[in-house]
């Protein structure tokens, strides 16, 4: 009770005093953020100052559907706590007085929740006064001062605090929704934000010329770039925009149904093609210039797979086609066999056959009765063949004869049948193939090859008799060739010898002729030098030629040795010349000298070389009787072989003859010859000496123009 | 006349023989003759000649066989051997060098030549240390 006596004691305050404690009180509520806390210093305050004994502050709760109390004075805190009015209960004179707006006594019986009425003690009036709102804030959010006792002073600075209270109430209550609205907001924004950051396809808001306001992540993708991107990727996505911005100018932008349209863009990560649907719906919102919300729908692989889906068709339309084209192709297969071709069912009917089958199994329009007969005597035949396969389980190929009839002439025609069981992936029997060969052919054949074998056999007996003739006759020959080559070896034998008895008789005739011109017996008559001199001549001829016949049995018989050595080309020439300086002043032809600059040493044979060289100047000498022979050394590089060429403009070879002069013992020109030599064998021999240098001699003659004779040698001869 | 230089001529074929006997003595040389083998070895051992003219194919005692004895003997070793044969065959003046001959002309041999042949092999003889053997030739 002490607390009632000190607020009984303060309501005698004075005007002054009141004043101070008015201000005490404004100062409190501008400090305070707490509407409970307010409410409470509020109520304290009329009791501290004024005769009211006991307060109620009460106020709608947060879903505005009752009316609770948030502060009290003088009154047993439990009932403070229990006290609410139902806002709905438009009768109940606190409802009353909250809707009116005007301060009213009630009476506390009779009202309340649970029928326990005002929280009040005594039966005093007691004064509702409503709390005052802001000008913005809407009628409900008022809330009730209840006073007891209601006397003038509790009016009057009931009314004072209710506006006070009432517009910090208001101004708290203002902020705390203003709160509550904002975080609100960034709540629903936060969820869309998600919602659109979730969507799977890239979205994004711009204004109507493409320039991106809000994207979701795939969006900024495509359309938005960085500084710290590569250039390639800032190329990309600036050709993106580019492209958006040019399909959002082409879409009919209108408010409605959103418009659709492909769109090509370039994927900024790899540079590949991306093929999208784009959805633009513009939105327009008041006060705001219009928007435009595009979803962009990757369709790329639904365009592989519609590509796709059409190849396939495509390829369904070729293979239909094709199989199409196999079935026509199989029928002018089996029409093209020259070989009657049946299919049968399993029951043993002819479901396929080809022309050649249907001429012996069908009748055509027309025919005659007889053709009828036959072709039923060929069904039955043929039925009773398919039926040997038809009935065996497990024979899968039958093989037999058959003799039909030939329709139309009724010749009986022998055939081999060759019948398979066409089997399903099942097993199950589906038909019969059966192919008839014409056996006439096979046996005429047969015949033919018979006659073939026996004429073959025939020839075959004559070559083996012919070969053995050959035998016989190669080995005659091979004995005549031994014995030929032994005559040969005989033959060069018998020269040998007999050029050795040729020359000693030589001797002393060349011996004593030389002597008796030496005047070694006295001095001679000039006819008796004459003489002598034509002995001592032909002596010396006679001497040449069997040199020359020791020379050819020498080769022949392989005793001829080759001595190779290095050897400069020119100085073998210039010793040839020399050697035959005599004849040439002699004649008084011209003999000329051609040696090329880069002529290399030739490896060869020396003598003999110079005796080929030797014997080609002098018949070349021989047979020229005015003008000139020249003498030429060349070296052919590209085949590394020289030649040496003798080149005279005499009395030449007739083109018959000019093979014959390298023969032993021959002369084209058969007239007596001059002194030096002339047996004809000088050609022969040197052929031979060529031909043993691995060489040849070549010769070019015009009859009465001349003769070139060409030795070619290879420039290296190899030890054989 | 001894120091005319004695020559033993050594040849079957006694046309040639005489006929290059005949010359010798026209150019100056003394002569000696053999008809074969036997004859030639007495005769050389009998006169010792300056030089030895053989005939290579002789019957009996051939000329390689009768150059090796004489080139064998002490008192013969010394006279130098021109061989003188008509086979022109490749390895007859090999044959006739290893029996021991100093020179080899093959026939025909005209007797001017057969004397520049000896005349060459007694120069040569004269200076042994500068002995030089002729190739003949045909």
New interface residues.
């Given amino acids: 009770m002490g607390k009632s006596v000190a607020l009984r004691a303060s309501s005698r305050t004075s005007g002054t005093e009141l004043t101070a404690a008015r201000l005490a009180l404004v100062e409190f509520l501008l400090g305070c953020d707490d509407s409970t806390e307010c409410a409470q210093r509020a109520l304290d305050w009329l009791g501290s100052h004024t005769g009211v004994r006991q307060s109620l502050c009460l106020a709608p709760d947060a879903d505005e559907m009752r009316l609770v109390a948030v502060a009290g004075c003088g009154l047993p805190s439990a009932r403070i706590s229990r006290f609410s009015v139902d806002l709905y209960q438009r009768d109940h004179p606190l409802v009353e007085a909250l809707t009116s707006g005007e301060p009213r006594e009630v009476s506390v019986n009779g009202y309340g929740g649970g029928g326990s009425g005002l929280p009040f003690a005594g039966r005093t009036a007691v004064l509702a006064i409503p709390l005052p709102s802001d000008r913005s804030e809407s009628e409900d959010r008022r809330g009730l001062l209840l006073l007891s006792p209601a006397s003038a002073e509790a009016s009057r600075e009931g009314h004072w605090v209710a506006s006070v209270l009432g517009s910090k109430l208001a101004r708290l209550g203002a902020e705390r929704r203003l709160t509550a609205a904002r975080d609100g907001r960034e709540r629903d924004w936060a969820v869309l934000d998600s919602i659109v950051q979730a969507v799977p396809d890239p979205v994004l808001l711009t204004d109507a010329e493409g320039r991106m306001i809000v994207a979701n992540a795939r969006a900024e993708a495509l359309l938005a770039s960085s500084e710290r991107e590569s250039e390639g990727r800032r190329r990309a996505i600036a050709l993106n925009n580019m492209l958006f911005s040019a399909a959002l100018a082409g879409q009919a932008l209108d408010r409605g149904e959103p418009a659709r349209r492909e769109l090509l863009l370039v994927d900024p990560a790899d540079g590949s093609d991306l093929l999208f649907e784009l959805l633009s719906t513009v939105i327009e919102t008041a006060g705001e210039e219009r928007r435009v919300v595009s979803v962009l729908r990757n369709v790329s692989d639904l365009r592989a797979a519609t590509d796709e889906l059409e190849q396939n068709y495509r390829k369904l339309h070729l293979a239909e086609a094709e199989i199409r084209a196999e079935r026509d192709r199989l029928q002018l297969v089996i029409d093209a066999v020259a070989d009657p071709i049946l299919a049968t069912d399993p029951s043993g009917a002819i479901v396929l056959m080809n022309d050649h089958a249907e001429r012996l199994f069908t009748m055509r329009p027309g025919s005659a009765g007889d053709v009828g007969v036959r072709v039923q005597s060929n069904d039955a035949h043929f039925t009773a063949f398919v039926s040997n396969l038809l009935f065996a389980d497990e024979t899968v190929r039958y093989h037999g004869s058959l003799n039909l009839l030939e329709a139309d002439t009724g010749d009986t025609l022998p055939f081999e049948a060759i019948a398979g069981k066409v089997l399903s992936a099942q097993g199950e029997l589906v038909g019969v193939v059966t192919i008839l060969h014409d056996q006439r052919e096979a046996l005429e054949r047969q015949h033919l090859y018979d006659q073939l074998k026996r004429a073959s056999e025939e020839l075959e007996e004559k070559v083996r008799q012919a070969t053995g003739e050959l035998t016989r006759q190669n080995e005659l020959l091979r004995r005549q060739a031994l014995q030929l080559e032994h005559a040969s070896a005989l033959k060069s034998q018998f020269l040998a010898n007999m050029s050795h008895e040729f020359r000693t008789p030589l001797n002393a005739i060349l011996g004593y002729t030389s002597m008796l011109l030496q005047g070694v017996f006295g001095p001679l008559t000039d006819e008796q030098k004459k003489s002598l001199g034509r002995v001592d001549t032909s002596g010396r001829h006679l001497l040449t030629l069997i040199n020359d016949i020791l020379d050819i049995s020498r080769i022949e018989a392989g005793k001829m040795p080759v001595h190779l050595a290095e050897f400069p080309v020119p100085e073998l020439i210039a010793e040839v010349m020399a050697e035959v300086d005599p004849i040439i002043s002699r004649t008084g032809l011209t003999v000329l000298k051609e040696l090329a600059l880069d002529l290399p040493p030739l490896n060869s044979d020396r003598a003999k070389v110079k005796q080929i060289v030797l014997n080609l100047l002098t018949n070349a000498l021989k047979f020229t009787p005015a003008g000139s022979v020249t003498v030429a050394a060349a070296w052919e590089a590209n085949r590394d072989r020289l030649l040496v060429a003798v080149a005279d403009t005499g009395i030449g070879i007739a083109p018959e003859d000019q093979a014959k002069i390298f023969d032993d013992f021959s002369q084209a020109d058969n007239s007596p010859t001059r002194a030096y030599g002339g047996a004809g064998l000088g050609l022969a021999i040197s052929r031979r000496l060529a031909s043993m240098l691995g060489g040849q001699i070549r010769v070019e003659s015009a009859l009465g123009k001349g003769s070139t004779f060409t030795l070619v040698l290879p420039r290296t001869l190899h030890e054989r | 006349m001894t120091d005319q230089p004695l020559v033993l001529l050594v040849d079957d074929?006694q046309?040639?023989r005489e006929?290059?006997a005949?010359?010798l003595h026209?150019a100056g040389f003394r002569v000696a003759e053999a008809g074969n083998g036997h004859e030639a070895l007495e005769q050389a051992f009998a006169l010792v000649p300056d030089v030895i003219v053989m005939d290579l194919s002789l019957p009996g005692l051939d000329g390689w066989e009768a150059t090796r004895r004489l080139k064998r003997d002490r008192r013969t070793r010394h006279i130098p051997v021109l061989a003188l044969t008509?086979?022109?065959?490749?390895g007859f003046s090999e044959g006739a060098r290893a029996a021991g001959c100093d020179g080899f002309v093959t026939?025909?041999?005209?007797?001017?030549q057969l004397v520049a042949e000896i005349h060459a092999l007694l120069d040569g003889a004269r200076k042994p240390e500068s002995r030089t053997s002729t190739q003949g030739g045909?």
Avoid: G
């Fill in positions: 074929f046309d040639n006929m290059y005949l010359f026209h008509s086979h022109a065959l490749e026939k025909p041999c005209l007797p001017e045909s």
